[in-house]
């Protein structure tokens, strides 16, 4: 089953400085029917205006991925730890026993970012923060996992869930398969471009909610980038 959910039908907001879109229920926007899609818990698409962000606030329990798509994060947080991450690289936040961060748009223009949280396998444990640049050039035509708490996956950002974020570019025409496996579930989004998943056509910045499909073939019609979340 492929349950496509058009970018037009997403919640959100418009904060001036942060325009949201949310894939899944999320602080003002709740949909009983958008939860979650198992240990995924948020998905939102964010515009950060420039030298704006988000104050310092606390986590906890939560592993949470941002995909950079255009301009730059600057992560400061309460362990000492400080960064830019740029388009292209990801970061990963294991928020544990509890953590407080701030994000900032340092940019001279507007920074586009895809945040995804995890629900980690355990609470608790030492919070981290890490980042690391993944080119595209290194994505084109194949999969590459960004973060996994997947054993083997020892080139990919760590975090504590047994889950999957990837990453990949196909030019039109191109296809690409991945095994999902017996009930595991996915959420599939083209960050640019527009794509055919199993046969049902996504346009950029829709979402695909995925399950009981043991494999997937995603067909792209026009060049794209995709970021999929292998999720139990």
């Not at 940019?107 to 030492?126: C, V």
């Not at 950029?204 to 970021?227: F, K, Q």
């Amino acid at each position: 089953m492929i349950d496509r959910r058009e970018f037009a039908s997403l919640g959100g907001a418009d904060h001036g400085w942060l325009k949201a879109r949310h894939h899944f229920s999320f602080a003002g926007y709740h949909d009983p029917a958008r939860m979650g899609h198992g240990a995924l818990r948020v998905w939102n698409d964010d515009e950060i205006a420039p030298g704006t962000g988000f104050p310092p606030h606390p986590h906890a329990d939560m592993e949470i991925i941002t995909y950079v798509r255009e301009g730059a994060i600057s992560h400061k947080d309460s362990l000492g730890n400080e960064g830019r991450t740029a388009a292209g690289d990801v970061q990963v936040m294991s928020a544990g026993s509890g953590i407080r961060h701030a994000e900032y748009n340092q940019e001279a223009g507007p920074t586009r970012i895809f945040q995804i949280w995890i629900l980690p396998d355990r609470a608790g444990g030492t919070p981290t923060w890490s980042a690391r640049p993944f080119p595209k050039t290194d994505r084109s035509g194949r999969w590459v996992t960004l973060a996994s708490g997947v054993d083997g996956d020892d080139d990919a950002l760590p975090i504590r869930a047994a889950a999957r974020v990837l990453g990949a570019t196909l030019k039109a025409g191109q296809s690409l398969t991945y095994d999902l496996g017996a009930g595991r579930k996915a959420y599939l989004v083209p960050a640019t471009g527009a794509v055919e998943v199993n046969g049902v056509k996504l346009a950029a910045r829709d979402g695909a909610a995925i399950s009981g499909e043991p494999s997937i073939t995603v067909t792209a019609s026009e060049d794209s980038e995709l970021v999929l979340v292998d999720a139990d």
